[in-house]
């Protein structure tokens, strides 16, 4: 794989230090499914693996992944480190830097089994961190600015590590392979989460890197996507004028901003974010009542830039429940089903039959029509305020040194 | 002494055989090539190669010819420089010339290929799925703020959301040309095209006829140095008022147009003494820095009651911090005009020698906006030139909101390019105040041809972004990762922010 970027503002190449994957934008296709049980009953991480792996077809061996949320109730205010180191190296290097921020509270080795098809894979540590008092206090940041400033460090200082999940009471498992195998060898039958959500991956180039699976993640939010995102150039131009950096090249990455600006920064309402990254037809808004009419024609005409147009599915997973949404005119497969307080959605039905035989209703959501499920009696969204600048948000999540220059917060 | 050294450009061919000499070749050149002794006569000098006698030849025997008179060759000293001097010998005069740039520039819309989908994203077609072009012009919010309904929605804040913005159909605009430059009839068919079109057209700085009152709600009224036309009733009458600080064939320069174009109708538009010569100053005499233009963009908005007002200026070295400071003056978009664009007259050297490329203000102007987060606050509008409906999707794939036509519409009213305009003697009725001549342009037939020129062009927009696999204009805005450079140079391609093909 080559190890050159591109940058617009800077020399034409340049070697990217420490970029895992392909310069260049991933293409490719995808299976999903997320589950979520809206009591707050926690259930076996078995369950998404039976969901995904009869997708089988939908992955080609190069990358599976889970997220489960409500896993670790033992450590339930903790933030939950999930770690990838290539060497010994890395490990003794990153673990200074957790050292140096956090109490750490619990340190092990993520347990694991060997499974047949899974090779190569790196030193996988978790870490239930608490942040040193002394130095929150001395930073005046919240303790999510104090994570993704230490995630940001780590991946972007410490060669040969990546932070693959952050936040609380939750984690992602994920690398190369088929998603069952990855699931095998986690061992996610053995954790209970309210919330899974679930990826295979069929990229049409060879990453062959862990980090690049999916869910792809910051602090708790995570995203698993099916599809490719033709406006991927004026999405991440867009996320530039608010200070983000979309260096890793994926989709996801931009589709993961997106909600973090219209959400958490511009705080609209979930319902109304989804309608701005999966607009209504000019035609359908113009027969709108006025009132309506007024808003989603101020909504479309902002968010213009914002919006996702090309097919794709997306399940975006948080502490407190799951939202999947469609593009605008459903061009990739997404099935929901309900049964009881359970919601699941998924790439295809056979997925659903397997681990919902019996739902209560089954239906295909509309294009750009989110499904939402919201666990009662929590509360939503729990990241409270990020005062760091986005740059930094994204360094935490690339890696990659070159993206953390200050970048200019509109 | 020779009266001039300059021979005749073209020479005017008759079919002896053919001719029926019926005269109509003398009685439609508005040049006078022609004289009639028992069969036309032409005078080769006078010829501009309009074609308006080829085109309305009834047995087609006209043939308008390069005069391939050989000149020993230098490729310092061109043919075209030599004449030059010669003329500027004769006249002591500075060298006129109208329609846009001709120099061989490179143009670096031909070295920029759009993206297609395949496999891993369906493309989509446009004859079977909604393929949308609306387009706001104007200022947006930076974030759209909600409140509940009390009914389980949401509206918006009170005084939230996108306000007097300008609604196109399609990303397109017809640019600015004013009346006196060109005639009532193009600016009628301008006028009826945009209101069937959902567009706009655009004043020029030459006021509003009374005649184009029906269709102001399609058209944008423009407030330049000389200030012909300009009364409040004037500023309100459009859906928007453009403050012209430059045209991008003659950037810097202002503008001149000869008393004898000066009709009572032209006088009383203007709103100055007929016969006079109507002389645009250079710069505004109200705008001498960024604080003035401020001022200006104000005064017009209080005057009819805030509605957009763009500034348009040419592409000029310094372009992107220059339409960062009229953003932050408050316009409300803001139109590039390239150095390739056209004019009604301008002289030579500043038409062939002045601006930069449209491509390169687009990219840097768009790139600034956002550098310092103020990309929402206004459009960029890019226009010359724009040559078709592929120029048009890569400057939107650079990142303008919409273009504006001005040379592609006259030459769909019949213009041939002969860089004539500023004589007034138009053979097709454009660029005109001849009764005779204007006569030539019905104003429905005129708007019927830039209806369907405009349609066409978005029909092959429609076609572009379905190839492209998105749904939306939005989504090709500013999407320069769908461009590729073919032979641009590196630094070029940093400029545009454009990859070279195969990264």
Redesign the interface.
């Known amino acids: 794989m080559t190890a050159y970027d591109?940058h617009?503002?800077g020399?034409?190449f340049e070697p990217a230090r420490y970029t895992q994957e392909s310069p260049?934008?991933i293409?490719?296709?995808c299976g999903l499914m997320g589950i979520c049980d809206e009591s707050g009953t926690r259930f076996s991480g078995s369950v998404a693996i039976e969901a995904i792996a009869v997708q089988r077809d939908r992955g080609n061996g190069l990358g599976g992944g889970f997220a489960g949320y409500g896993i670790y109730p033992e450590f339930p205010d903790h933030f939950a480190f999930h770690m990838m180191y290539h060497d010994a190296k890395a490990k003794d290097e990153a673990e200074a830097v957790l050292e140096r921020f956090f109490q750490v509270d619990l340190a092990e080795p993520m347990p694991t089994r060997p499974v047949k098809g899974i090779t190569d894979a790196p030193l996988l540590w978790r870490y239930f961190l608490q942040p040193q008092p002394v130095k929150l206090a001395d930073l005046e940041m919240t303790p999510e600015d104090y994570v993704v400033h230490v995630v940001m460090l780590v991946n972007s200082t410490v060669d040969g590590a990546f932070v693959a999940s952050s936040g609380k009471n939750m984690g992602a498992f994920k690398g190369v392979g088929y998603p069952e195998e990855i699931g095998h060898y986690f061992q996610l039958e053995e954790y209970e989460g309210h919330t899974w959500v679930g990826h295979n991956r069929f990229p049409?180039n060879t990453p062959g890197w862990w980090g690049g699976a999916h869910p792809f993640t910051l602090l708790d939010w995570s995203i698993v996507h099916n599809?490719?995102i033709?406006?991927?150039?004026?999405n991440?131009?867009?996320l530039?004028?608010?200070g983000y950096k979309c260096t890793l090249g994926t989709d996801t990455e931009v589709a993961a901003y997106l909600f973090d600006l219209l959400l958490r920064?511009?705080?609209?309402?979930l319902?109304?974010a989804c309608k701005?990254l999966a607009p209504p037809?000019?035609?359908q808004i113009e027969r709108m009542p006025e009132?309506?009419r007024?808003?989603m024609?101020?909504?479309r005409?902002?968010?213009?830039?914002a919006?996702l147009?090309?097919?794709f599915a997306i399940v975006l997973g948080f502490n407190g429940g799951m939202v999947a949404l469609n593009d605008?005119?459903k061009?990739r497969p997404l099935i929901a089903a309900r049964k009881g307080d359970i919601l699941t959605v998924a790439s295809e039905e056979s997925a659903i039959r397997q681990i919902m035989p019996d739902p209560d209703a089954l239906w295909a959501p509309k294009a750009g029509e989110p499904v939402i499920a919201r666990i009662r009696g929590m509360e939503w969204p729990i990241h409270g305020d990020l005062h760091l600048p986005p740059s930094e948000i994204s360094c935490a999540v690339t890696g990659v040194l070159d993206s953390c220059e200050p970048a200019?917060?509109? | 002494m020779p009266a001039t050294f300059i021979q005749p450009e073209f020479k005017v061919d008759i079919d002896r055989d053919k001719c029926i000499k019926c005269g109509r070749c003398v009685q439609q050149c508005g040049w006078g090539v022609y004289s009639f002794s028992e069969r036309p006569i032409p005078d080769d000098s006078k010829c501009r190669a309009c074609h308006r006698c080829v085109t309305y030849c009834p047995v087609h025997c006209i043939t308008i010819k390069k005069n391939e008179l050989v000149f020993r060759e230098n490729d310092n000293w061109s043919p075209a420089l030599r004449k030059a001097v010669w003329r500027q010998s004769e006249t002591g005069g500075v060298m006129l010339t109208s329609m846009g740039n001709d120099k061989p520039y490179q143009r670096i819309f031909d070295s920029l290929v759009l993206d297609a989908c395949q496999v891993t994203n369906p493309s989509i077609d446009p004859l079977r799925e909604p393929m949308e072009l609306k387009t706001f012009i104007g200022r947006k919010p930076d974030s759209v703020e909600v409140e509940s309904d009390d009914k389980g929605g949401y509206r918006l804040k009170p005084g939230a959301g996108m306000t007097n913005n300008i609604g196109l159909a399609t990303p397109i605009m017809f640019g600015g040309m004013s009346y006196g430059s060109v005639s009532l009839n193009v600016h009628k068919s301008l006028a009826m095209a945009a209101s069937r079109l959902g567009i706009t057209m655009n004043t020029g700085e030459g006021g509003l006829h009374a005649d184009l009152y029906p269709y102001t709600d399609n058209v944008i009224v423009q407030c330049a140095s000389g200030r012909f036309g300009i009364n409040p009733d004037y500023l309100n009458r459009g859906v928007g008022i453009e403050i012209k600080v430059g045209q991008g064939a003659k950037p810097g320069i202002g503008g001149h147009l000869p008393g004898e174009k000066i009709n009572k109708e032209v006088s009383t538009t203007r709103m100055i003494p007929q016969g006079t010569d109507a002389i645009s100053p250079a710069p505004h005499h109200d705008i001498y820095s960024i604080e003035d233009l401020r001022q200006l963009i104000y005064a017009l908005k209080e005057a009819s009651g805030y509605k957009p007002v763009g500034v348009k200026i040419a592409a000029v070295h310094n372009v992107a911090a220059i339409a960062s400071g009229i953003v932050r003056a408050g316009a409300d978009y803001v139109y590039l005009d390239g150095f390739k664009g056209g004019t009604g007259a301008a002289p030579q050297i500043i038409r062939d020698h002045i601006g930069i490329p449209i491509e390169i203000a687009i990219a840097v102007v768009d790139q600034r906006l956002r550098d310092e987060g103020i990309r929402n606050q206004a459009s960029i509008i890019a226009a010359g030139s724009i040559r078709s409906s592929a120029d048009m999707a890569k400057a939107i794939a650079l990142g303008a909101d919409a273009v504006a036509i001005g040379s592609a519409a006259l030459i769909a009213l019949g213009c041939h390019m002969c860089q004539s305009c500023h004589t007034g003697c138009c053979s097709w009725g454009l660029t005109t105040q001849k009764p005779e001549l204007t006569r030539r342009l019905d104003p429905e037939w005129g708007a019927e041809r830039l209806t369907n020129l405009v349609h066409a062009w978005s029909h092959e927009l429609q076609e572009i972004l379905g190839a492209l696999g998105v749904n939306a204009v939005e989504s090709l805005r500013g999407s320069r990762e769908r461009l590729r450079a073919v032979g641009l140079d590196a630094q070029t391609c940093e400029i545009l922010g454009v990859k070279p093909a195969g990264l």
């Open positions: 591109y617009a503002n020399s034409l260049f934008k293409h490719g296709g049409t599809g490719e033709s406006s991927y150039g004026i991440s131009r867009y530039e004028t608010f920064r511009h705080k609209l309402p319902e109304l701005a037809l000019w035609e009132e309506e007024k808003l024609t101020s909504l005409a902002v968010y213009g830039p919006m147009n090309g097919p605008r005119i061009l200019e917060v509109a």
